[in-house]
């Protein structure tokens, strides 16, 4: 029965998956509520809070320097997805553009369409994070988040927020979405960091 959408980690990639995760087949959309129909031409992007505001449009944000990244996919739905191929923009390419206040520890990720997650600026920080608009080498699918997301590989994709429009800096550890509806507030698979437990 779950044979036909989920396979059982082999030995080889076994150590990939997280404990109680399986591999999916093709790649599963997860979407709460409607899907955004966002064009490069509308999408705007702004920092604000505990940062100096800035604003960019799709040709502003092209001139950020571009990687391809190939990372595995996580969801608290227990389902992973391994050597994902995305293009983007690291996310520590764009704090050397931006100016953080010092005192900012925490980050709200926003969407187009209200969605929200929080995170650690540690957790947001890091080299392996990154903004993606292409996906295997096309242009991320509007149900994928297209035109650009967030993809932060070490969490549970809820993390990961499609449709991206801004950051929000904050002194203090706001909840997202899911985080206010039961979701931990870090959720980090290799410990299991699903549910908040209160
Ligand atoms: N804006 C927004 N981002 C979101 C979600 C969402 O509902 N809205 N779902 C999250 C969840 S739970 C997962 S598992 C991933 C799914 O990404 P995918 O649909 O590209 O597989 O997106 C995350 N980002
Ligand atoms: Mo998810």
Redesign the pocket.
Known sequence: MLGKFFQKPTSENGDRVPPGQHLAQG???????AT?QVSREEWEFSVWGLVQPQKWNWSDFMKLPQNEFTAD?????R?S?LDVKWTGVKVTELIKVIQIDSKATHVMEH?????T?NIAIEDFVREENFFAFK?FNEPLSA???GPM??VVPHL?????????NGLEFLDHEELG??ERNGYHRRGEPWAEERYSGF
């Open positions: 790649f599963p959309v997860l979407t709460y509520g955004p996919f996580h969801c608290v739905t389902w997805k969407c187009y369409g209200g969605y997650t996906l149900e994928h988040g997301r967030l549970y994709a809820w993390k990961s927020a499609k449709w991206i979405f899911w």
